[in-house]
């Protein structure tokens, strides 16, 4: 099943429009492109990207979108645990596999509240002591797993989460990606 947040011809003004709120965004392709049952995602281009005429728009999550790709290439492997418990802040955990990453997992914490949440969310024992990062940047600080393989992962209001171990393959370069418009 092809999934999608949005496309040429759900744009404003278009045949099919069905405008998704800005804020909501990143929580729409955090769903499709990290969890395990995300089906087969697509990737718009004017939300990679943004858009021209009339009227146009900025890459959506404020040009993170990149990351949220890379996130999912990299670490979103492995047995999913969800976190369904509170209906303004949900989260999940993909355990890492050996084969990809050196099983660094990740973590996604969500929320549509106005204020900023927390959740306590297991990633798995073999990440005892592991520094966990947010990739996009918007949550704060570092998460310490403990001995029992749980983080207590932190959200800003109305935003997303994507933590995985601050010494993973290649996590550097994901947080300090920009994706480069294509025609410039």
């Not at 995300?38 to 404020?62: E, K, N, S, W």
Request: aromatic share 12%.
């Amino acid at each position: 099943m092809q999934t999608f947040v949005a496309n040429h011809d759900t744009q404003e003004f278009q045949s099919l429009s069905a405008p998704v709120e800005e804020w909501f965004i990143p929580h729409a392709y955090a769903l499709i492109l990290l969890r395990l049952d995300g089906g087969y995602p697509c990737v718009f281009y004017g939300d990679l990207f943004g858009t021209r005429g009339p009227r146009p728009r900025r890459p959506a999550c404020g040009g993170k979108l990149s990351r949220l790709v890379a996130a999912r290439k990299l670490y979103a492997y492995g047995p999913q645990r969800d976190y369904f418990d509170h209906a303004d802040c949900i989260g999940w955990t993909r355990l890492g596999h050996p084969s990809r990453s050196n099983g660094a997992g990740l973590a996604v914490l969500m929320t549509n509240s106005w204020s900023c949440q927390r959740k306590r969310m297991f990633v798995g024992h073999k990440h005892v002591g592991e520094r966990w990062i947010d990739l996009l940047g918007w949550a704060w600080g570092e998460v310490v797993i403990d001995h029992h393989g749980f983080g207590t992962f932190p959200v800003g209001h109305r935003s997303v989460g994507v933590w995985t171990n601050a010494a993973a393959p290649e996590v550097h370069k994901i947080t300090h990606f920009v994706m480069a418009h294509p025609l410039t």
